[in-house]
């Protein structure tokens, strides 16, 4: 099934978030990889997704802001979830086990369930009681001495990775493929070059040694477009024209 056709098996959650411009961040993090369930617990600003920061940051994923649940609880949000995420990176001497995003997301796409990740405040991030609520404790791998990461960044960050494990998005071309060169018209760039190169005193057609076999592969190797093999027989008739 095209992944445009399948139900949004994810839920994002965030809970006591401060910062309407964080949420509006984070809809579009989730909204590039494609996902839309967004449920926030408890935030501090009652009216969080309608603020002007939130939607300036949000920049064209409004509808996800729009779609956007706010709930008391934790317990709430997860209603309909089989398997919560917690992102916590504060070492605790109890709770669920620790992963890496990428090792665990191969284990859980496969297997259909409503995963829910869920992000504590800026502030002060998860509570114990509410990663007691989580199955795993992800973590992503930063660099040792500094782990901290914007809200929106570490939403952008497991969006992604899960993405990826759901099966990812095909790339798209921007640009058109050029059409590649045949071989009349590379024979006719390397004439023309020969004849150039005679005529400012570069090659000796008495003694051309190997040259025209070295360009012969240099340009095979380039795998020149028309348009490549138009500029370079047009170097060329510039130097002829200086030449002269």
């Known amino acids: 099934m095209p992944q445009s056709d399948r139900p949004d098996p994810t ?50 994923a409004t509808d996800v802001l729009a779609g956007a649940r706010i709930v008391p609880t934790l317990a709430d949000a997860l209603e309909g979830i089989h398997h919560a995420c917690a992102t916590a ?34 502030r002060f991030g998860m509570s114990n009681e509410d990663v007691y609520r989580c199955h795993v404790c992800l973590s992503i791998p930063t ?4 782990g901290s990461l914007n809200l929106a960044q570490a939403v952008q960050l497991l969006a992604y990775d899960w993405r990826q494990a759901l099966g990812g998005f095909p790339v798209q071309p921007r640009t058109v493929d050029a059409h590649r060169a045949d071989d009349t018209a590379v024979q006719g760039l390397l004439d023309h070059w020969r004849r150039t190169l ?15 076999p070295r360009l012969q592969q240099l340009v095979n190797r380039a795998q020149l477009t028309d348009e490549e093999v138009h500029i370079l027989r047009g170097v060329a008739r510039a130097v002829e024209k200086a030449r002269r």
Not at 143 to 146: C, E, L, N
Not at 198 to 212: E, F, G, Q, S, T
């Open 89 to 122: 990176m504060t070492p605790r001497d109890f709770g669920p086990p620790t992963r890496a995003p990428r090792e665990l997301f191969a284990e859980l796409a496969p297997q259909s369930q409503r995963v829910a990740f869920v992000f504590g405040s800026e």
């Open 143 to 146: 660099m040792a001495g500094y």
């Open 198 to 212: 005679i005529d400012i005193d570069y090659l000796d057609p008495a003694v051309p040694r190997k040259l025209m």
């Open 11 to 60: 839920r994002f959650v965030l809970i006591g978030t401060s910062h309407g411009g964080n949420v509006g961040a984070a809809a579009r993090a989730m909204k590039v990889m494609g996902f839309s369930d967004l449920v926030l617990v408890a935030p501090r600003f009652a009216d969080v997704l309608q603020q002007p920061e939130a939607l300036a940051m949000a920049s064209g």
